[in-house]
């Protein structure tokens, strides 16, 4: 069964940092894209930022370049998310998903995690 499980997220003040892991299981996620999401309460879910399956390619929301930093480790099966700076907008539950198209548009992912919420507040 494919699987994917976030975790990290948390209550962080503003500045502060979080990193977010995206684990995968029941698949190899090396031939996927694998994009994160955020959804904070009455918005639209938000590309944040995406990497190509080689981790060679990687593209960021204007609202998070130059803050968060994406990486995989093929070997783990996983994907991770450092965010630096974290600001009161960056509050939201954060998905990963995996994909075979590049991109931030969140309806071209076919796998899903449940979520993990990101909380920046003092």
């Known amino acids: 069964q494919l699987q994917l499980v976030e975790s990290g997220g948390g209550l962080v003040q503003p500045g502060g940092s979080l990193r977010l892991s995206c684990a995968a299981s029941?698949?190899?996620?090396?031939?996927?894209?694998i994009g994160w999401f955020r959804q904070a309460p009455g918005k639209e879910r938000e590309g944040v930022s995406c990497?190509?399956?080689?981790?060679?390619?990687?593209n960021y929301a204007d609202s998070v370049k130059g803050r968060f930093t994406i990486s995989r480790d093929n070997a783990k099966n996983t994907v991770y998310l450092q965010m630096n700076s974290l600001k009161p907008e960056d509050t939201a539950v954060y998905y990963c998903?995996?994909?075979?198209?590049?991109?931030?548009?969140?309806?071209?992912?076919?796998?899903w995690g449940q979520g993990t919420q990101v909380t920046v507040s003092s």
């Open positions: 998903a995996a994909g075979p198209i590049y991109g931030l548009e969140y309806r071209v992912y076919d796998y």
């Open positions: 029941g698949f190899s996620s090396d031939y996927y894209v």
């Open positions: 990497i190509s399956s080689s981790g060679g390619s990687t």
